[in-house]
């Protein structure tokens, strides 16, 4: 099944519009991944996202929006997620007016409130919205950190991923009108079961290397210098090599670079590193880590390569 294009909406014509639209707001991408997203919305098939923090997962979603003029809708997923907080509610408070409207009216009793359980009672949240919002308008459905939640919410999340509708007893079945773009992403905090991933595309975002981290630096600090760039990602290079607890991903790096113009730094020494590890590393024994090497011949290997 491909995606319907409509006339209004700004569509993906190839993989090199998909790596051109998102340079344009900032996302850095390499063909692979360009490849892939490319297919997810040509297909309409949900995107799969796994990577380690930081590696960009979730701002590729709201990328992809801007790029395809769509309406970002993000579920943040946690332990205890339910399908009132996912899916939908009943708006009770307006439902009992209802019914002491009813009586007020002089509804006959046995008739009292059928009307209550009807699609003008529901309370959207996220997937629901996803899902009845229609043509010319489009969505794109971010389920963020999708591990972070229970199995038994995984699995409701089938039969959206499959047919990208939602099941509601009281009413029946919503079917999308134009199916949402779909992406999710994870950190693997947990395994996920393989019926979820078979209804998706798959692509394991890693740590940029040396030349696309520096082309991500460039286009996400406007006005940094070329030498300061490529110091800043030289230096994460590096100590994504180290024995760390938690390695710092691209949105650090950026971070750090934002850091370092703010300070009205030119160019980096260990004593700025020193003072800004803070930035980069999360972790007390990382930061001390670091602080134990002799930074000073580190700067200087990164000043040669």
């Known amino acids: 099944m491909l995606c319907p294009k409509g006339p ?19 996302y850095v991408m390499d063909r692979t991944l360009a490849t892939t997203v490319y297919l997810a919305t040509r297909l309409c098939k949900p995107l799969f996202l796994e990577g380690e923090p930081g590696v ?10 801007l790029a395809q003029g769509a309406e970002l809708i993000r579920l943040q997923c946690h332990e ?20 002491r409207l009813q009586e007020a009216r002089g509804v006959e009793r046995t008739h009292i409130g059928e009307s209550i359980f009807s699609p003008s009672f529901l309370l959207e949240r996220p997937l629901l919205k996803a ?17 972070r939640s229970d199995e038994e919410f995984e699995a ?14 009281e009413i029946g079945t919503i079917k999308a009108v134009e199916p949402p773009l779909v992406v999710l992403t994870s950190n693997r905090t947990r395994a996920l079961h393989d019926a979820l991933k078979r209804r998706c595309l798959y692509h394991w975002i890693d740590y940029p290397d040396f ?8 286009a996400r600090v406007p006005g940094i210098a070329q030498r300061l760039a490529a110091q800043v990602c030289g230096f994460m290079q590096w100590l994504r090599t180290q024995d760390l607890q938690k390695s710092p991903g691209a949105a650090e790096t950026v971070d750090w670079a934002r850091a370092l113009i703010a300070l009205g730094i030119g160019e980096l020494d260990p004593a700025t590193i020193t003072d800004t590890l803070g930035w980069i590393l999360k972790d007390r024994a990382d930061i001390a880590t670091i602080r134990n090497h002799d930074l000073t011949a580190v700067v200087d290997r990164i000043a040669l390569a």
């Open 56 to 65: 960009g997962k979730t701002e590729l979603a709201k990328v992809m929006a």
């Open 131 to 147: 899902i009845r919002i229609a043509p010319p308008r489009r969505a794109l459905l971010l389920i963020d950190e999708i591990d």
């Open 80 to 99: 205890g997620l339910d399908v009132a907080t996912a899916v939908y509610e009943w708006n009770y408070p307006r439902q009992m007016l209802e019914i």
């Open 8 to 26: 209004d909406q700004m569509a993906f014509d190839s993989i090199e519009h998909v790596m051109e639209r998102c340079a344009q707001f900032g």
């Open 156 to 169: 409701y999340l089938l039969e959206l991923l499959s047919d990208f509708q939602i099941s509601i007893p």
């Open 211 to 218: 030349a696309r981290e520096t082309a991500i630096v460039r």
